[in-house]
């Protein structure tokens, strides 16, 4: 009788513990490994609001694109939302004397050379900068820090957003991390196993705005170890004792 308890405790024990290998990811098996990238470069979509800046020689007393932000710089440092340019519905965006380009599908470079192009006509050699302002991602879950998280560079991979989270906690499955995308309407659900090495090269590896990542815990939720074999080493210590026990 003691034995089978013994042993039904020993399977119900085991089957419950998280180990080192459940908290590991990108598993290459403590082997050195080249893994090629996937070159994920962000198209812009309808919706993106984009910060256009446009340095030249020109004197500002002439450059009518700046003027307005210029003007009321601590304003547009606060809410730089304030001078932001919608792509629309079409794809276009549409600035001030410059005119309408068609930057759905191009990605930030492609863009800042097309409105560069028609800038050298009213301004001496300009330089474009351009960024997307209403980049943001919700992470919810298992990780330490779960919110709406705002950034400023668009090619940002999911390793980074849970390093901008402070990491993800020891319950969370890193097998099956769920990703919720909007695309042309249509929102497309999917799930990420960080512990893939191939992950790497795949572009559900990067984040794209207005992305939700939930991190589900594990069910493997009993105890957590950080030394495994050490616990096995005192468990069966402890279970020779106690059966040892028993036989008196």
Known sequence: MYKRCIYVFLIVFFNSCVSNSDLNIINTKNENKNIPSYNFNYKLKKGDLISVQISSLT???????????????QLYVTNPFLYGYLVDDQGAL??????????EGL??????ALIQKTSERFFSEPSVRLNIL???????????????????????????????????????????????????????????????????????????PNDIIYVEPTSKRFVLFDDLPAVISTLFSGVTLFYLIQQK
Do not use: H, W
Not at 66 to 71: Q, T
Not at 177 to 183: L, Y
């Open 94 to 103: 549409n600035l001030p004397v410059l005119g309408s380009f068609n930057v």
């Open 107 to 112: 990605n930030l470079v492609e863009a800042q």
């Open 59 to 73: 004197p500002m007393e002439y450059d009518f694109f700046n003027k307005e932000s210029g003007s009321n710089s």
């Open 134 to 208: 209403n980049y943001y991602i919700t992470v919810l879950g298992e990780v330490n820090n779960p919110g709406r998280i705002s950034l400023n560079e668009p090619n940002i991979n999911l390793l980074e957003v849970f390093g901008i989270c402070g990491d993800l906690t020891k319950i969370a499955n890193r097998k099956k991390i769920k990703i919720i995308r909007s695309e042309n309407d249509i929102t497309k659900v999917f799930f990420v196993d960080l512990r893939d090495k191939d992950l790497i090269s795949s572009e559900n590896f990067y984040v794209q």
